[in-house]
């Protein structure tokens, strides 16, 4: 069995729209996705009569205690749909981990396999009112049981146990991390839609900050926000004939989580499934690591960086901080691996991978104004590489 | 009563709280593959049996320490920060991690490898949880 993707440069991306984002809105979500999803249609010179298929995630991604409402906290494709006057023949939901490349993906398989001629893909991202993952239980059944009693509660403590892992195991240091994430925050100061427009950050701000779960503070977390992003997809051959250069999809690999503690997110765990992410990504798309180079990485927690580049193999195993620190992924050293060049979810706000594809799409269609890099391949990833992690790759040149 | 979110024993779960209330730390094992699992699930991870009838069974407190974090902000009400968690790999079965308190303390040096052994929070009456101590090299 060939693991080569059947639809390899068969579907593309030829139009999207990003909302503002902002840390609150007295717009409500579903008025500021309809907006966007209206800007995404026009801007692949569509009209929403023509969109045919609509696909999205619909999560709201928070640990704290927060009931989600249609349209008010999430928007689904099947409350967006009907409000943009489109009359669909193929809509669907995705449900599991990886909520974007999860939907990006199912998009590209429904337009490959004929279910629908123009798709509309969408994410809407809400900031619930009081604190985004506090959970105010005093008692704790089901999974919760074997960790709340504890202390161990929410993504935060795992991840920041997985990073602590891997300094005392390859003497990575806080600076190292601290040009991380100065290179986020510099591109999504970069960014005029960004939360964090205007406002980079320095080595020393960093160093500042305050620990939260140690060895992170609040800088290495992305913060909550409420944007929605969209983007619309069709067919090669219908590509052709639209306003914007085609960005065609290559193929794409998942990693389903091994069986664990809940929450219980082990580095060696991360780096297996990381690595399988990998070799089938190459196997799919018939490109390798070499022919990057537009990679933007998912960093809703700043060491995911680091476990993207060394199991996917950009780096050695060990090494990423090293690179980093180096300059590996400056991105305004064109020779660079600069996978933040798009700011990711610490420059610009907690938008679950839409900036990691909002980047490769603009770098690959030559859209990316004066932060334009030479580009014909990209590969986008996104959420940690075991947690329903996923990569995504793209060209400009489909011959 | 501490504040903290107390553990609510269901009926898989239930003979772990009465072992945790006495300060014995037992575990889930597979009926069928004999290989314990943490925490239990509705099949076992380990052979993929349907019927894993879990048994909790008593096991050796000691492990060793994978990493760990200092809380210094909870998302949790109740626990007084800054406080320790540490990932624990147990002597009970390779591979086999199981994340709780120190309960030596936010200022206790801590190195991957280090010796701890299980030691018991008294939450509040009939309710223990688990945590750990370090053992100190002699
Ligand atoms: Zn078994």
Known sequence: MSGQFRARNQVAIVGYAQSQVVRRSDELLGITAIKTALDAIKDAGLTP?????????????????????????????????????????????????????????????????????????????????????????????????WVAPQG????????????????????????AMAHLVVEARKNGARQPWSYWAGKPITVADYMAGELINDPMSKLDCDIPVQAVGAYVLTTADRAKD????????????NAYPEHSLSLHWTLDEMMRAGADIGKRLWESTGFSPADIDAPQFYDGFSPFIYFWLESLGFCPVGEAHRFVLDGGINSDDPKSFAVLSGGGAIGNGRLHGLPQLLE???????????????????????????????????????? | MSGRPLPIPDEQSQPFWTASAKHVLTLPRCSNCQKFSFPPDIVCPQCHTLEPAFEFQPVASGGKVRTWTVIRQSFLSGFETPFVLVDVELDAQAGLRMIGQL????????????????????????????GFKLVKSS
């Open chain 1, 49 to 145: 009569g023509q969109i045919d298929g609509f696909l999205s995630s619909s999560l709201l991604p928070t640990s704290g205690d927060h009931r989600s409402r249609d349209g008010y906290s999430v928007v689904s494709s099947d409350w967006l749909a009907p409000r943009l006057g489109a009359s669909p023949r193929y809509i669907a939901g995705f449900q599991g981990k990886g909520q974007i490349t999860g939907s990006f993906e199912a998009a590209t398989n429904a337009l490959a396999a004929g279910a629908a001629d123009y798709v509309l893909l969408h994410r809407a991202l809400y900031n619930p009112p009081g604190k985004y993952n506090n959970n105010p239980m005093t008692s704790a059944g089901g999974d919760a049981q």
């Open chain 1, 152 to 175: 161990f509660f929410g993504a935060l403590p795992a991840i920041s146990m997985a990073y602590n892992e891997y300094m005392q195991r390859y003497g990575a240091s806080r600076e």
């Open chain 1, 242 to 253: 639209l306003p914007n250069k085609p960005v065609y999809i290559s193929g794409y690999a």
């Open chain 1, 360 to 399: 490769c799409y603009l770098q690959l269609s030559g859209r990316a104004a004066e932060r334009q890099r030479k580009a014909s391949v990209g590969l986008m990833t996104y959420s940690a590489p075991h947690f329903g992690g996923g990569g995504v790759v793209f060209t400009n040149d489909p011959s």
């Open chain 2, 103 to 130: 309960l030596d303390g936010p200022s206790a040096p801590l190195k991957v490898g280090d010796r701890v052994e299980v030691a018991f929070e008294d939450l509040a009456p009939g309710t223990s949880v688990p």
